[in-house]
């Protein structure tokens, strides 16, 4: 089954905020082009992809939200580790 080795490498691509603010960018870029256009004409089609950049848009969001508790979880792990070392410290 192929799931299992996408999957790893989609959260690998999606593993860091940079990765997430590249996709987000490469997203703008696409959408910038199509509508500096001289003429817009829709093109068929037009509809499902802005379909799937708002599910995109929607992914990239939710894999923010868990980074970032992921890293408030990391700095709470840390200031009660550095709290722990001032009070051994301070006890002898």
Known sequence: METNNNNSIISKKFSNREALLTVNS?????LQAR???????PVDGDSVKLGYAR????ALQAQNAILKDAELDD??????ELKDMVKY???Y
Do not use: C, G, T, V
């Open 26 to 30: 490469e997203l703008i870029a696409q």
């Open 35 to 41: 509508l500096k256009a001289k003429r817009f004409r």
């Open 55 to 58: 599910a995109l848009i929607q």
């Open 75 to 80: 700095l709470k792990k840390e200031i009660e």
């Open 89 to 91: 410290q301070s006890q």
